[in-house]
């Protein structure tokens, strides 16, 4: 029997996980560390501050189609450097098996850039997420928002978990790879959908992606490229299609000078300011 695509083998076992977490920290327990969590602030609302073009910039130790990236990196300095050179947010992705992440990666970056106030770069839990228990954990953990991958999610199922998300004051970033799932994220209203340009099923790269969906948003709704992003030219091409941030893995995690790479990414000189040294006045 075919085990299906990679997608599909990442949340079976994903599935199993959450059974396991369940047991190790039982619902209640994991509701009272929510209710502790520092709060969330408004994931679109920072983006758009750094308006034309934002950047998301993600921790991301290993994938599926690449192996070992950094296995062994700091989150939580890596947060930083992420942090020191203006990013406006930072994803973290927390799936263990494929991705070697986990949670406490995301609370030591929402600890490490506590520090820069108000004007922080948002978080992002980029996990496969198909149970309320992961939102609670997101929360319990610090995001301010949860990627939502809508090729692993029953319509029921993405409109239940949008509505766990914002109950909790998070954001529903939601994923979309082609026309279909762009009409299904549209009819779920989606604030914000990121535009991945690889395809999760069995994890190529079209980066042609972004630019067959950019015009069927709706104006109003924040668009993101995803995936296959190395240089200020490709951030400038996705911007020039309609998108309004980006997301950068890889191609951070493996510069040698990830503040110097962010710096790249969003087209600024070491001259200009960042958030260490403008996020007081906000």
Same mark, same amino acid.
């Given at each position: 029997?075919?085990?299906?695509? !990679? ?11 959450? /059974? ?33 073009? &934002? ?11 690449? =192996? ?13 450097? @992420? ?10 992705? #927390? ?18 850039? /506590? ?16 149970? /309320? @228990? ?19 999610? #029953? ?20 994923? *979309? ?8 994220? !549209? ?7 990121? *535009? ?22 709706? *104006? ?7 995936? =296959? ?14 998108? #309004? ?12 000078? &990830?503040?110097?790479? *962010? ?17 007081? =006045?906000?």
């Amino acid at each position: 029997m075919s085990e299906g695509t !990679i997608l599909d083998r990442i949340v079976a076992q994903r599935r199993k996980d959450i /059974e396991q977490a369940k047991r190790d920290a039982p619902f209640a327990a994991l509701q009272e560390q929510a209710r502790h969590a520092p709060p969330p602030i408004g994931f679109v609302a920072r983006l758009r501050s750094d308006a034309p073009m &934002a950047l998301i910039a993600e921790i991301k130790r290993a994938s599926p189609s690449r =192996g070992d990236i950094a296995p062994d990196i700091d989150a939580a300095e890596q947060g930083w450097r @992420y942090a020191s050179a203006g990013a406006s947010g930072i994803s973290v992705l #927390t799936e263990p098996t494929w991705f070697k992440g986990n949670l406490d990666d995301l609370l030591a970056v929402r600890r490490a850039i /506590e520090v820069c106030g108000p004007g922080r770069p948002a978080v992002l839990r980029k996990d496969f997420i198909v149970d /309320e @228990y992961q939102v609670l954990e997101a929360r319990a953990y610090g995001a301010d928002a949860v990627l939502l991958i809508i090729s692993c999610l #029953t319509e029921a199922m993405l409109r239940g978990l949008k509505t766990c998300i914002e109950d909790m004051g998070m954001t529903a970033v939601i994923e *979309v790879n082609n026309a279909d799932e762009m009409a299904r994220a !549209i009819g779920a209203g989606a604030a914000f959908i990121g *535009v991945n340009n690889r395809d999760l099923r069995d994890f190529s790269v079209d980066p042609n992606t972004t630019g067959r969906l950019a015009a069927l948003a709706p *104006v109003g709704t924040m668009l993101a490229a995803f995936s =296959g992003i190395q240089s200020r030219a490709d951030v400038e091409q996705y911007a020039a299609l309609g998108a #309004t941030a980006v997301l950068v893995g890889e191609s951070l995690m493996r510069a040698e000078d &990830a503040e110097a790479k *962010v710096k790249e990414l969003r087209g600024v000189r070491d001259s200009q300011s960042t958030i260490s040294d403008s996020s007081a =006045g906000e």
